[in-house]
């Protein structure tokens, strides 16, 4: 039939109204097709779509923060290193560099942008690439696709759609500030930075409230390619890219030509802080703390909503400790300090000798403890070839105290210049609430993983002295009673007889307890354990919070007893806080990522001894400090302030101890090799004051001048209701009556 107007030869409207209608069918069937197939996208036919309950609360990797006295976050736990903010604590500079870069239309939209989805084919057929995603769609992406973009192009297509539904929902669930909030809180920023909060403080060592316009632009141009752009990796790039995303400000009038000319010629600046685990201050004290945290919830059955437990590295919790970030620092500075000293002086001392001559059994316990033992046993190789392999020059990084040194080494010599250097821990709490300030757990958590202040024990030499001086005092005896220095012998049923030495030359003739202790004299301290007896001294020395194994015998007197320094400052609380054991607690609260407190502590106090008692002992322990082995405290350090302690050194000088007590600051140090069998060779260089105290010194120096920590210069209160034992040995008027006489009198 022809369709033609026979008149003018042009085409019949009847032909028009066909060919009409037949593109309207095709149209028609295609919004129907295209409406069903999003239907079938939105049931999750070609995969799952979140549901609404899950738009309402989007799954997302989220470190947990541990957060200082102050506020401050310490360091965190993660599998993806993010930590979220809220809109109001994001600058204005970083929301204006993404809108404009990534998305103009934004505050207009409602979740897809039609009008630059259409412009992508345009400029696909010119050959210019052009991102048509919304930030509500890349956050979809972000949120809800754990692989990422797909990279085969059906499923990429299917992706796609499936992001309109998602982003569709989330305009529809969220305001535009939620939306580009998450968006920040989610993005990678390349080196381990995920979030705005953490890029801004990996890259610029800032907050993101602070950041300034090229900085936002440097971290915003990093959306089109981490890698390609990566300020650390290609900075000419970056510095290239962070100039466009500023030029696109200008267009967007976020910022004016001016600014820009006056920007755009500056370097990028950045203040590089890599992320990892290991970050932030006090590693240490965060790997025993997530420990400890984990069996908190378990141990209470606190769990998520769900009923599953809590993960660490991804549910966002904030842990609130009791560390103090000023006094962390200031620990972590003054070992530092001190130890490249003290370990000159350990190599100094071993100068000519051979210190491994008889340790093969100790050097091989440290070859089967190594990584590199256990990765090749994994392997299957035979003794014969690790041996071998330990015997061949290597490049193996080492940690020295100028930072860590690449070198090509036999690794069976990285083991015996392991057991060669010298390990330090500390920690210091407030003896009254028993709340930890600070918490250095070893020289290097890189290397080093294990925890030396809560996990590790080890002898405690003449720190243990003041526990068998609080009996005696219990028992009567004075700080003024005078004793002669001479050796003493003690017998014990079943056991062979203990006769002391003395650590050097004994001070000769009569001394009172006051200088016994002061002066650390075996002599004295025997003398008052065979008076007060084993029994006695360990039931003291438990109830003041040791923990480890402590057998009632004469030795404890000298401290050949292990113990942690954890338990250690908590026994010596006992002193400074009246005679009434603290609890240490690193832990205030912990809440869940929306505020939600899910623990809280609460002190455990027991009352250890008579608040007279541990009030004359702050007097001997004082003594300590003004005239004995811990006066180079005050004359050589000049830190000044109403401090008691006691010193330390163990057999063969193998461990340093400084234990000191103030009204508010009690700490402990501790000096030593991994194994005890390497030792300092002489007394002078492996005492306790001069393996630990010095540490103690350079972290009181820098407490004491900085006035925002309020650390008072007033001394110990006496007991309200005064002190009967006389310690003023001025005043002191001994008795006629004989030792035995007194001894029997004291029911000895």
């Known amino acids: 039939m022809d369709y033609r107007n026979r008149n003018n030869n042009s085409i019949s409207p009847e032909l028009i109204r066909k060919y009409n209608w037949r593109i309207w069918k095709v149209l028609i069937v295609g919004i129907i097709a295209f409406s069903i197939f999003i239907l079938m996208i939105s049931f999750g036919i070609f995969g799952e779509i979140p549901s609404f309950r899950a738009i309402e609360h989007p799954k997302s990797n989220e470190a947990t923060e541990v957060i200082s006295e102050e506020g401050k976050v310490l360091g965190t736990y993660f599998v993806k290193n993010r930590s979220n903010v809220n809109y109001s604590e994001i600058s204005p500079n970083v929301i204006n560099a993404l809108i404009a870069t990534e998305d103009i239309r934004f505050r207009s ?49 299917i992706q796609k759609f499936q992001e309109w539904v998602i982003a569709i929902k989330l305009e529809r669930n969220y305001t535009k500030e939620e939306i580009i909030t998450m968006y920040l809180n989610t993005v990678d920023f390349g080196n381990n930075a995920y979030g705005i909060k953490s890029a801004a403080r990996v890259y610029f060592n800032t907050t993101p409230d602070k950041l300034t316009v090229p900085q936002a632009a440097v971290l915003i141009g990093l959306q089109k390619g981490i890698t390609r752009y990566s300020p650390t990796k290609n900075p000419e790039r970056s510095l290239e890219r962070r100039n466009t995303v500023m030029a696109l400000m200008v267009k967007e009038g976020y910022i004016t030509q001016d600014e820009l000319a006056g920007e755009k010629e500056k370097p990028l600046n950045l203040h590089f802080n890599a992320a990892t685990t290991n970050d932030g201050i006090a590693p240490y004290f965060r790997a025993v703390l997530k420990t ?90 035979s003794d014969e070839e690790i041996t071998a392999d330990f015997n061949t020059p290597s490049k193996l990084t080492i940690f020295t105290w100028k930072g860590n040194i690449d070198t090509l080494m036999k690794p069976i010599d990285s083991v015996k210049y392991y057991k060669l250097l010298l390990r330090n821990a500390m920690m210091a709490m407030d003896p009254r609430t028993g709340n930890i300030k600070a918490w250095v757990g070893g020289i290097n958590f890189e290397h080093f993983k294990y925890d030396q202040v809560k996990m590790g024990k080890r002898q405690v030499g003449s720190t243990a002295k ?59 301290v025997a003398y008052l354990m065979k008076q007060v007896g084993p029994t006695a001294v360990m039931n003291e020395i438990k109830k003041m919070g040791i923990t480890s194994d402590v057998p009632a015998v004469p030795s ?135 393996s630990a105290l010095p540490i103690y010194a350079g972290f009181m120096r820098r ?9 008072g210069k007033n001394d110990f209160d006496p007991p309200a209701g005064g002190v009967n034992i006389v310690y003023d040995c001025n005043q002191y008027q001994p008795q006629e009556e004989t030792t035995s006489e007194l001894d029997k009198k004291l029911g000895f």
């Open 556 to 690: 404890i007197s000298l401290g050949t007893f292990d113990a942690s320094i954890y338990d250690m400052v908590g026994a010596y609380g006992v002193f400074a806080n009246k005679g009434a054991w603290t609890q240490p607690n690193f832990i205030t609260k912990i809440e869940d990522k929306n505020g939600v407190v899910l623990y809280e502590s609460k002190p455990i106090i027991k009352v250890a001894m008579n608040e007279e008692v541990a009030y004359i002992m702050t007097r001997m322990l004082r003594g300590v400090i003004t005239g004995g082995t811990g006066s180079r405290l005050s004359y050589k350090y000049k830190v000044n302030g109403p401090i008691g302690g006691k010193t330390g050194t163990t057999q063969n000088n193998s461990d340093g101890w400084f234990m000191a007590i103030s009204p508010d600051l009690v700490a402990g140090v501790w000096t030593g090799c991994e194994d005890r069998a390497f030792h300092f060779t002489s007394t002078r260089d492996g005492e306790g004051a001069n």
């Open 292 to 381: 400890e945290v984990r069996k908190i919830l378990e141990e209470r059955s606190i769990n998520k909503a769900d009923g599953t437990p809590y993960d660490l590295d991804r549910d966002g919790l904030k842990i609130y400790s009791t560390i103090n970030y000023d006094m962390q620092v200031y620990a972590e500075e003054a070992q530092k300090e001190y130890m490249k000293t003290l370990q000159a002086q350990f190599t100094k001392s071993w100068k000519g000798r051979n210190p491994f001559r008889g340790m093969e059994k100790l050097i091989d316990q440290g070859i089967k403890r190594s990584d590199r033992y256990k990765a090749l046993k994994a392997e299957g190789k």
């Open 466 to 524: 003041p526990f068998t001086y609080a009996v005696a005092i219990e028992n009567g005896y004075s700080p003024c009673y005078e004793v002669l220095n001479e050796p003493v012998t003690i017998s014990s049923p079943g056991s062979p007889d203990w006769t002391p030495r003395n650590s050097g030359t004994p001070l000769p003739g009569k001394i009172t307890l006051q200088k016994g202790l002061a002066y650390s004299q075996n002599y004295i």
């Open 109 to 157: 939209h409602s979740g897809i942008d039609f009008r630059r989805t259409f412009t992508i084919f345009f400029y696909a057929i010119i050959g210019k690439k052009q991102g048509g995603s919304t930030i509500t769609q890349q956050l979809a992406l972000n949120l809800f696709s754990e692989e990422g973009r797909a990279r085969n192009f059906a499923k990429r297509i």
């Open 703 to 711: 407490v004491y001048a900085n006035p925002n920590l309020k650390m």
